[in-house]
C-alpha cells in the first residue's frame, strides 16, 4: 500500500526557516527519485526539488540556494529544508515520486504560511 506522509509545515516570518519531513513507502522510495512539489491557492501543483537515489538534486529557480532537499534510504525519508522563506513560498507541500504522473497517489501535505 502507497503511504506518504508530509511533516514539518507551519507558520513562520519572512526570512525564516523550516524542515519538513516526508515518510514513504518502500514500494515508491527504493526505486524513485523523490520530489517535493507545492500548491498554493489558485495555481497549479508545481515540483520545487527533486534529488534521484544516488543523491543527485535539482532546484527550481524560485527556490534555489534557499531549499535543500536531501533522503535518507535507510529510513524511507526525504527531507526539505527551507531558508530565507518568503510570503509567496506560502503553498501546502508535498512529496512524491518524480516525476509524478496523472492518477499517482498523494498524501495530505503539509501546509507552509510565510507572513512578511
Known amino acids: 500500500q502507497v503511504q506518504l506522509v508530509e511533516s514539518g509545515g507551519g507558520l513562520v516570518q519572512a526570512g525564516g526557516s523550516l524542515r519538513l519531513s516526508c515518510g514513504a513507502s518502500g514500494s515508491i522510495f527504493r526505486i524513485n527519485a523523490m520530489g517535493w512539489y507545492r500548491q498554493a491557492p489558485g495555481k497549479q501543483r508545481e515540483l520545487v526539488a527533486r534529488?534521484?537515489?544516488?543523491?543527485?538534486?535539482n532546484y527550481a529557480d524560485s527556490v534555489k540556494g534557499r531549499f535543500t532537499i536531501s533522503r535518507d534510504n535507510a529510513k524511507n525519508t526525504v527531507y526539505l529544508q527551507m531558508n530565507s522563506l518568503k510570503p509567496e513560498d506560502t503553498a501546502v507541500y508535498y512529496c512524491?515520486?518524480?516525476?509524478?504522473?496523472?492518477?499517482?497517489?498523494w498524501g495530505q501535505g503539509t501546509q507552509v504560511t510565510v507572513s512578511s
Open positions: 534529488i534521484t537515489r544516488d543523491g543527485s538534486t
Open positions: 512524491n515520486k518524480e516525476p509524478a504522473v496523472m492518477g499517482d497517489y
